[in-house]
Every structure is written in C-alpha cells, then in structure tokens.
C-alpha cells in the first residue's frame, strides 16, 4: 500500500516536452528557475506519501461524519490539512499580489496528481478552493477580495463551489436557488444545494462558500444566474470572524467512494436568508464559472491520474510478491505473477493508460501557461485553443483510464483485490466519481464536438494534428527499432481523428444529433491520439538522451511503454472512427429498443 | 429500483435459436414440453422481482454477520431462501432418480440469470450448491448421495465447493490442506480454506462441504488432489442430523459487494479431524471438479447477465424520468435525459452489450442440453466441444459486460449514482467479483487459448465459424435494410476472429508466452463474433415473424438491437485482431516498463 510519486517522470516530461524551459525566467515568471522543478515536485511527493497517504484507508472506513449541522472529518485530517496548507500548497499558482506563489500550472499539475493518488477523498476538497481563487481572482472586487482571496489562498480558509440542486444537475439552466437585493448592496439567499464537496467540515475556522443564484427578475435559463460570496462566518473589516451566516449544512450522503470527502446538502436561509456578495455582475455568473472550469476540469482529469498511478503501483508490486503457476520456461515453483504474460499484459496496460493520460493533462497545463505568460499574441491564441481542446479530453480520458486502471488493479489481486483490506477495492470506488462531477464525461465529449473541434473554423484542431504528425514523421525518421511500429500505428490513428472529425463537422451541420451521439467514441479516439503523441515525444526524448549516453534505464522503460500503447492500446482508433461515422445513425434510429 | 425479469426476450430466443424444441419430448426429456418454458420462466421472474429483489438493498447495508463461529444472514434471507427450495428452483436440472426435475440447463439458465438480478448476494449461494450436485452425482457413491444428494436437491441442505486456500487461488497445485484415512474408511481433515461462499450461515440446518484436500502420500502438484464430502453436522443412517463435526467458519471477509452472501475462512481439524468422505478416487479430485466446472463457469457469466440487465433496467427507468437539458429539436423546458444523444448511445449500448451476453450463455446452455440429449453420438461430441469453446467465452465476457453495464448505469444516473441511496452503486460493485471468481476472465481467455481453439485440431473451431458466416449468409441475403450493415459487420469480425484464431495457432507451437499474452483480447474479439452472430440469428426470427404478421413491437427493436450492436460494439473486432497479433510481442518484450 506504500505509495512513491513519479517525480522523475513527471520532471522528465515537463523538462523535454513542454515549453516549462522557455516560459521559465521571463515575465511573471521571471523569478522561475527550471532547475526547481525536481526539488519542488520531491517535496510534494514526500508530503503526499508521508503525511496523506497513511489516512488514506482510515478515512475511507472512518468516513466523515454528520451530527447537528456539524461535520467531523476523520481523524488526522485537520492536522494533516494545516500541514498542507503550511506548507504553501494551496498556493502555488495563485496570484501574488493576494500572497500567492503564481508559478507554472504544469508545475502544480503533477503535485494535484500526487495528492490524488495519496487520498483522492482528501484533495478533492483543496481542489475545489483552488478552482475558486481563478474564479475569485478574475471577477471579484478588491474589497472583497482583501477581505477574503488572501486567506483562501494561504489554505487557512476553505472555498467551495455551489452550483448543483436537486432538479439541475448538468442542466444549470433549472436552478432555483434565490437571492434578493438588500439595502446595503449585500443580497439575501434562499434555497438548497446538493453535492456539495466539503460544503460543511472542521478543517478550517471559516468556509467562504461561492453560490449560483437567481435574482427575482433575472431573465430564465442560464443567462439569469448570478454569482455570489456567502461565507460561513461573516468577517469584520479587521479580518476577524463575525456572525454565523443563515446557512446550514443539512446531511451528507453517503456514497460509494471518496468517504472521507463530506457531500454536502446545504440550506440557504431557513431564517432571514443568508447574506451573499456579488461576484463579477449580476446575471453573468455562469460567465465567472467559466474563468475557473478549464482549471477545474484539467484538476479532475490529474485526479484520473492519480488514481490510476496509485492502483499501477499497487498492482505491481502485488504482482512482484504473489505467487500462482509457473511460467513456461521457469524451472523452479510457482512464479511470481508477473511473470505470467496476461497479468504481463494488465501491468503494462495500466502503466501506458497512466502515463498516456498524465502526458495529455501535462500538455494541457503548459497550454494554459503559455496562454498566460507567452509575449506573442498569437501564440497565446493559439495555446488558448489548444488548451481548450484538451481540457475535455484532459477531464475525460483521464478519468476513464482511472475508472479502467483501478478494475485492472482489482483484476491484478485476483480474490484478494475484492476485499476491502486490500485497498485495491477503494481505488476502484474512489475512482468512479471523477468520470461524473465536474461535467459528466459525456458533457466533456459534447462540449469537445460542439465548441472545441470547430474553434477558428477548425483551424485550432488542425494545428494540434499537425502537431501530432510531425512527432509521426520524427519517430519514423529516427533510428530505434520501435519506432517504426509506434509512427505506423499514430498516423494510423491521426488519420483516423481527422476523417472522424470532417465527419462530425458536416454532421453537426445537417444532422446535429448525430454528431452529438458520436460524441463519446470520439473523444475516446482523440484521447488515444493525443496520448500515443505525446509518449512518442516522451519516447523520442529518451532516444535523444540514451544517445547522449544518459544510461537511466527509465530511458528504454519510455520507448517500451509509448510502443505499447501503440501497439495494443492505439488499434481501437479504426473501429472508434467507424463508430463515429457509422454508428452514430444506428443511435438515433433505434428509439424502438429503449420503448420496447 | 423494481425489476421486470425479461421473460419474453428468452422464451423467444430458446424458442427460435435453440434446440430445445427439437429436444423437448425425446429420450431423458420425453415429458418436457417447449410450451412449458413461458409459464416456468414467468414463475421464475415473479419470483425474482417480488421475493429476491426487495431484499437485495437491505441485503447490501445489513450484510451478513458473524459473531462467535455463526453466520447470521440479512433479515428476510431464510425465509426468502426457504421459499425459493420449496418452490423446486433448486432441482430444475438436477437428476430426476434423486428427485431432480432432469430439465434442461437453458430452461434454468434464465431462472439463473433472473435470481441474480433480483439479488445477486442471494444467488451465489445456491449456484454453488447446484455445481456441487454436478460433481457430487457423477462422482459420488450411492451410499453417500442416499444420505445426501436429496436433500441437497431439494435445497434442504446447501452445498459449497472449498478450492481456494491462502496460498493457491488460480493455482490448486500449492494447496496444503490435509486428509488422512481413518480406519474405517473415511478420512480426517486438517487445513484452512479461505474465500468460502456460503461456508456458514443460517439457511439450513446443515450444510455439505465439498473439499480438495491432499492425502499423505499423494504425488505433488495437481495430480496428488483428492474431493471430499465433508458435512457440518455427520448425518446417521437415517438421515437425522448427528454430531458437529470438527470444521468451523473463523471469520467473514468484508468486501467491495455482495454483502449479504458471506465469505467464509474455513478452519477444518481443530481437535481430531474434520471427517470426510471420498468422493471419487484419491488423487483424482480434480478431475471430479471438471463434471461441474462447465455448468458453474456458464452460471457465473449468467450473473454478469442478470446484472448488467438490472442496471439496464434501472438506468432506462431513471432516464425515462430524470430531466435535464432541452434535446435538439424539443420545444418546450427541459426534456427526459434519453432525448439526449448520448445519454441514447449509453442506454441501447446497455441493452445491446447485455442481449449478446445473454444469447452467447443460452447458446451455451444449448450446447450442454445437446451434450446430454442429443441421439447421435457424433452430434453429442460436436455439441460437447461447442459447449467447450462457449464456456470461457460465456463466463469472461459476459461479466466484463456486467462490469460494463453496471458503470453505465452509474454514468446515466449522474451524481445520482454515486450515491448509495440510487441502488446503481451496488450494481457496480457486486458486478465485480464475477470476473474474478470461478476462474478469473485471465484463467478463461487462457483455456480458450490453450484447450478450446484447438480441439479435434481445429476442426470445433471452424465448425463454429462456419455457422456464424451461415448467419451472415443469410442476413445478407434476406430482404431487410437493417440486415446488410449488420451482415457486413459480422464478416469482418469472423475475418477478424478467424485470422486471429490462426495467428494463435502457430504462436503456441512456436512461442506460446506470445499466444498466452493475446489471450484477452482474442477472447473479447470471440466474445464480439459470438455475440453479433448470435444478436443476428434473433433479428432473423424477428423479421420472420413479421413476415408473418406478427406485430410485436419487440421484433423491430431485436433488429435495432442487432444492428446497434454491429455498428457500435462489433467495429472493436479489427483492432482486437491487431493487438493479438501484433501488441502480444510488446507485451513479451516490455519487461523494461515494470522493472524501471
């Protein structure tokens, strides 16, 4: 159960295959050195397997507990939590101006990463405060923000997001949630929220809560929700905590994972209703959220990763210790497992997923670093698309490889992997909540189709395969006997993304419903895309470096890793694209199936 | 959260793609009639939905109970179980000399499948006992099934079957437990066995174990392992209970699901010896172990079945009434999510996946009823190697398919489904453990491999694919627009099949670690061809009954089923193929990934 970070993984990427080298030292970054890359991800490391990892299951039994409003985290959390937040956590690519540390996004990506893979039920919570400041940051007023950004930021309080009711989930455009003007610019909220991650707990004196609304006479649907502050406690202009605020926690649920993580059911004003601030405008608060969601949903896709790098490990090393069979060829006894070619196969199948959805989410942070520190305005523009793009893929494919890693794991355990003493059963659990929250995974391929594939009448999209080709052409022109196989097998699946996406364009044109229904398979097929690129590229650096005669033998684990995925994770992209183009009619026209 | 038990869906598959009108009122089933199955399989489903399904959440978060050597079962179980032995369910198959009903196994294939989606927890229990009854008639001697084979029938007692002990799981070579003979001709045991279902609780006042156990002087490995009855309580000559005998339960596991059904660790010889009865010859226990596997492997993928139709069920339920989002081209508010293309995708995806798993286990129930039945001997033999070759596939992929299902179902419900409360969440995590237990899907995809493909030198093999290209054959040439896509589709996955099948044939003469690392995808791919023939041959009788003027309305969706699933499940086929054939090398060659 013991859990190591992939430091030199993720400083092996960053270092060769993002642009962290160039960004480092200019601007905002001008104080940024590359060279702290290795040290800063070592020291998340230490922190998430010395201090998270060890309450990782105890939470999970323990679970958080709801008694009389009040929320009990399990034990060790909120010692744990004022470490982490101690320890400058919370704010490492937060603004500066409000005490944050304002570096790279592909620096914290990996740190989210081992935070997740350490205790998902635990980050979960941190990753929501995070996602709050971006919002905070870009829409709120100074004075609300002297009052509060700083102290979110340094951890001692924590923010949540509040958007779900019971009768608008995906849909926001249904909720009901009230909010009316007072006398002092100030509005008073009634309604309920449901799933509200750490809505309610006793890790920190305050909870600056940030809650959709609508005024009385907003225009329906989406364009008449507004954003509010409604904080636990109300704070003085000193600082000091005030008056409990006309919100309440009203239960928690009790779900299949993430336990020690408190869902929350929250009640706005049972009695004068609760006071809010307004962020940004009213009625544009959807547009507030939107400054927070590619960071949010990127954070959830690292949770992906994360739980998945932590059920690999877990599976591995079961596989080195348990004995079952003898291999063919050994002399000797029953063989270690991982001798035998099909758990073989599941081992290495869980590394490269891992790894193809780490090497996705990391490209999709340093497109958003570029976005912001880059001189040129152009290339920002560019990294923008980009990072849009791969924010749905980053959200999805990811979390769907967590979902597949941890059933491997469990597969990988044998009998052993379906009782809770494992641990291995906990990651499967944990791992399924991340495909759902922050936009349901098909919200995610919707959201790919319908926005991302047609930015600048598809120009963004071709870039990003050019993109890909060149790593094609960079494989098939280098010397390594892998390479062949691996260039073969992405061009395979590039041609197959860009004739499913000509597809989709046309659709989405004459036969909307069709292009929405193949919208699953194909972000799937763009995910594998994506993820056989960029372990080509993470393939081609460890060519580089072998022949600079750096003798890691993480080196060849690279090359080996990105022509397995080639090999026998890429060939799925043929029958992906015929689903998209063929299969799509049969959705639509087989309502006979689902009223029979 | 109710259940409607898919009767029709099955009767008219056993009727129109099985043998079992032409086997009914011959030979040992001389007084069954095919018009029986309707009213048996309707008894069966009320049964399931107003009995066992009510039972199956309180069954979840009660859990069974030990304290102090006993089992207590959830509130409900006994009487639920007593009900269902009174009812005759427990002897549809078993033999009519010890008072069976000698039926055929695809008439209580879908009983089986039913009880386990009503409550799969509920139905393990009597699934194992059933297998026993296998084992224990063919190889038992009459003195003992006097004193026990009735009573096990008729579900008076429960039987278990005890394989698994600390050290050997998939491995039965390692195993330790002890048997020594006595003087009198009976033998003492002396071991631990471990992940028992079913080793102890309070549904029968006795309960029979079936143990493989290793006598002093056996030869080493799986050839020195012999089966013994061992009963809780020494039955006297005139069947009244007698003594306890020396074996007890020393805890239950805790696991991921199936809560209510408890895992037993089993202590046997505490004090003199637990006493146990040979059941066959020393040393040959596995081979008695053999008489039940087929039944129990086809069993445990008909739980896979009944819960990927469950979650099925519930999520086509919940989607039918959860509104979210305006579909494209709705007027008016929020539409029923299955408007929403994707949300369609998931749904007929459900129903497809589970129908093709369903039609590949009653093709192999078929199989085993032609074994038994059929006349010619030749056909007996052709019909024994079919049911061969069926077995692995009807046991891996049809719980792949309930792993799958189930997490669908998850998808569909949103956040919904994470929460205990929803019932999909249970779905998802009892689906688990049948890709495990019974043989893990590994362990079947590598019999596949080793022991199917090849028999009669191939010969099994290309009788089967010959029956799938008749199956395209015809749909190709019937007049139907449906039927060309899905008859195109097919050829290419027995193309692919047949290619593959071939590539593994010469691999395991010349590098069979490289036929063994291919053996999960291969069994997928088969999983795909028997699944879309099959899906195929029951559009067939669809369009013929419409033909002939028969308006049921779940004619054409059996056509939309069929082509659904041709053009969203069965495109997988071509790059199954590569991976067999190609990824199997990089599986073999990638040690590098996991030493690294």
């Given at each position: 159960m013991s859990y190591r970070a992939p430091v030199a993984e993720a400083v092996f990427f960053l270092e060769h295959c993002t642009s962290l080298k160039r960004l480092a030292g200019q601007g905002a970054l001008a104080e940024f050195s590359?060279?702290?890359?290795?040290?800063v991800l070592e020291q998340a490391g230490k922190f998430a397997g010395e201090v998270l990892a060890p309450l990782n299951r105890s939470g999970d039994q323990e679970g958080a507990h709801f008694a009389n409003g009040k929320v009990t985290m399990p034990k060790g959390y909120p010692e744990a939590y004022r470490a982490w937040a101690a320890a400058g956590w919370s704010a490492v690519t937060a603004p500066p101006e409000w005490g944050g540390q304002g570096l790279p996004v592909a620096l914290n990506a990996p740190c989210i990463e081992f935070w997740n893979s350490a205790n998902m039920a635990f980050a979960v919570g941190p990753l929501v405060s995070m996602a709050a400041i971006d919002a905070f940051h870009a829409h709120g007023s100074d004075e609300l923000k002297r009052l509060y950004l700083e102290k979110i930021i340094t951890g001692e309080w924590l923010a949540t997001m509040q958007l779900t009711e019971p009768q608008a989930g995906s849909d926001l455009a249904l909720l009901r949630t009230r909010a009316t003007r007072g006398p002092d610019g100030t509005y008073r909220l009634k309604g309920t929220k449901i799933f509200i991650t750490y809505g309610e707990h006793d890790l920190t004196s305050n909870i600056v809560h940030f809650v959709l609304a609508r005024l009385p006479d907003a225009p329906p649907g989406t364009k008449g929700i507004s954003l509010f502050l409604v904080p636990k406690f109300m704070v003085k202009p000193d600082g000091s905590l005030?008056?409990?605020?006309d919100l309440r926690c009203a239960s928690i649920e009790h779900k299949m994972g993430i336990h020690a993580s408190p869902t929350c059911v929250m009640n706005y004003g049972d009695n004068e209703g609760a006071t809010g601030f307004l962020i940004g405008e009213e009625n544009k608060g959807l547009a507030c959220m939107f400054a927070m969601?590619?960071?949010?949903?990127?954070?959830?896709?690292?949770?992906?990763?994360?739980?998945?790098?932590r059920a690999a490990q877990q599976a591995l090393n079961f596989a080195r210790e348990r004995r079952q069979g003898r291999a063919l060829g050994a002399t000797d006894g029953a063989?270690?497992?991982?001798?035998?070619?099909?758990?073989k196969r599941m081992l290495i199948t869980m590394r490269a997923l891992t790894n193809a959805a780490r090497a996705i989410c990391l490209k999709n942070a340093d497109a958003l670093d570029r976005t912001k520190h880059l001189e040129d305005e152009g290339e920002r523009w560019i990294a923008h698309e980009e990072a849009n793009l791969l924010t749905p893929v980053s959200k999805a494919f990811s979390t769907d490889v967590g979902i597949e890693v941890t059933s491997l794991c469990i597969q990988v355990h044998g009998g052993m992997g379906y009782i809770e003493e494992t641990g291995a059963?906990?990651?499967?659990?944990?791992?399924r909540i991340a495909a759902i929250y922050e936009g349901t995974n098909g919200i995610q391929a919707i959201d790919l189709v319908t926005r991302k594939i047609g930015q600048?009448?598809?120009k963004a999209l071709e870039r990003m395969l050019a993109g890909y080709r060149d790593t094609a052409h960079r494989?098939?022109?280098?010397?390594e006997p892998a390479f062949g196989p691996i260039s073969l097998r992405l061009k395979e699946a590039i041609d197959a993304l860009e004739r499913a996406s000509a597809h989709l364009a046309g659709k989405l044109a004459k036969a909307p419903n069709e292009a929405l229904a193949g919208a699953t398979p194909y972000l799937r097929l763009f995910g594998l895309a994506a993820g056989g690129a960029y372990l080509g590229e993470t393939a081609l650096a460890a060519k580089v470096a072998m022949i600079a005669g750096d003798a890691d033998p993480a080196h060849p684990a690279r090359i080996a890793t990105a022509r397995f995925f080639a090999e026998n994770i890429m060939p799925a992209s043929a029958g992906l694209e015929r689903v998209v183009v063929d299969g799509a009619g049969s959705v639509m026209h087989s309502d006979q199936v689902l009223s029979a």
């Open positions: 590359a060279d702290l890359v290795g040290s005030g008056a409990r605020n969601m590619n960071n949010a949903r990127l954070a959830v896709g690292l949770q992906g990763v994360g739980i998945a790098e063989s270690t497992i991982i001798a035998h070619p099909d758990v059963a906990q990651l499967y659990r944990d791992a600048s009448s598809g494989l098939a022109t280098m010397k």
